[in-house]
């Protein structure tokens, strides 16, 4: 936690940072919350930090916002540091679609056999098939998805198999975004990416119209953007504790305007501000040697994906359990489920996405 933080590209560029943790805690931060909508006992509930920010926001938008800053930041500095389109196109798709694939494949099978009258026979309908490849492509990233593809009919009553893909659908397109950007790049990549970004985050507030045609979820859209200005700025930027308390600051001088006008004291600027000064904080520390391993490993992506089928499967089963207990058995299978998932789909994926050969410059040839 030093007194002087050290520069965010120095973080970005090394494995020796906090970012994986970060990740961690914002995956659990959705399986909390989603844990109190899908328990059995008290459905649709609120969790305590959600009531608390409520109407404003809730923790599961908090905990994704901060998820979209970091992959904008990360993915920037892929791009940075190597822009050619279809490596990082492969990079791209290696990182989301296996792991998803594997997912989808586990969840649909088990929910499909026992959680449907049609039992293992429903494994072989176009149903069961479509939900599968459907989900797995990120619906083509269409304008809307209509509800048949998001469940099975007869699985689950008929219940979304999976409520938390919707925002792998907008990744993707950011995904897109920064390609087109890097693509039609007419100055030196840094600049450019931070230019036509500031010019794009303006844009989708001042002239929401503009960009409704591809880019409508604007919360998202500027937090991932976001993302790549920092990276274009990071050999310049440190983030250190008294950023967090400044934010906090920031937090509690609005707040008797905001109670005044409002019915919550937080305003979504503020507190999203704050959630994401904490993560740049955080993350661009050194942690200690007992953390190690979540460093080396980023188990966010299995947790992220398998906690909602897991728990929709819980709660079918323990009907009368409080959303305490449906987190404590859902964290249990869904954590058992990411280490699977990292260790055995998706790092894996990602080792065979480096070995593409880069391409190497021509050699000189002799004068003549």
């Known amino acids: 936690m030093g007194r002087n933080p050290r520069a965010l590209a120095s973080a970005t560029s090394s494995h020796d940072n906090g970012f994986n943790l970060v990740r961690l805690l914002a995956a659990l931060l959705v399986v909390v919350y989603h844990a109190w909508q899908l328990n059995g006992r008290t459905p649709g509930a609120q969790d305590p930090l959600t009531a608390w920010l409520a109407p404003v926001t809730d923790l599961g938008m908090v905990a994704v916002g901060v998820f979209f800053l970091v992959s904008g930041l990360f993915v920037s500095h892929s791009w940075l540091r190597d822009p050619h389109l279809l ?5 791209r798709v290696t990182r989301i679609v296996p792991g998803l694939l594997a997912c989808l494949l586990l969840t649909t099978s088990v929910a499909v056999t ?17 939900y599968i490849f459907s989900n797995a492509t990120l619906h083509g990233l269409r304008y809307l998805d209509p509800p048949a593809v998001l469940a099975i009919p007869g699985v689950l009553d008929g219940r979304p198999l999976n409520g938390s893909l919707w925002t792998l659908y907008w990744e993707a397109r950011m995904y897109v975004v920064l390609a087109l950007l890097g693509l039609a790049a007419v100055a030196p990549m840094r600049v450019w990416l931070l230019v036509t970004s500031l010019v794009l985050i303006l844009a989708a507030h001042a002239f929401p119209t503009l960009l409704s045609g591809y880019v409508w979820e604007t919360t998202f859209w500027t937090l991932f953007l976001g993302g790549i200005v920092l990276q274009t700025l990071a050999r310049h930027l440190r983030f250190g504790l008294g950023l967090v308390l400044a934010t906090g600051l920031l937090l509690a001088l609005n707040w008797t305007r905001n109670a005044a006008l409002t019915p919550s004291g937080f305003s979504l600027v503020g507190v999203l501000l704050f959630a994401c000064a904490l993560a740049l904080w955080l993350g661009s520390m050194r942690l ?9 490993h980023d188990y966010s992506y299995g947790i992220y994906i398998y906690h909602w089928p897991v728990m929709l499967m819980l709660a079918q089963l ?3 359990a409080g959303a305490l207990r449906l987190l404590a058995a859902g964290l249990a299978l869904t954590l058992a489920c990411a280490v699977f998932s990292w260790h055995c789909v998706e790092h894996p994926a990602m080792k065979l996405a480096r070995r593409m050969p880069k391409r190497q410059p021509a050699p000189l040839r002799a004068a003549a």
């Open 318 to 320: 323990m009907p009368n």
């Open 87 to 91: 490596r990082f196109a492969v990079r």
């Open 288 to 296: 200690p040697g007992w953390l190690g391993h979540i460093q080396k």
């Open 114 to 130: 026992f959680f449907s009258p049609q039992g293992f026979a429903g494994l072989f309908s176009a149903d069961a098939w479509h």
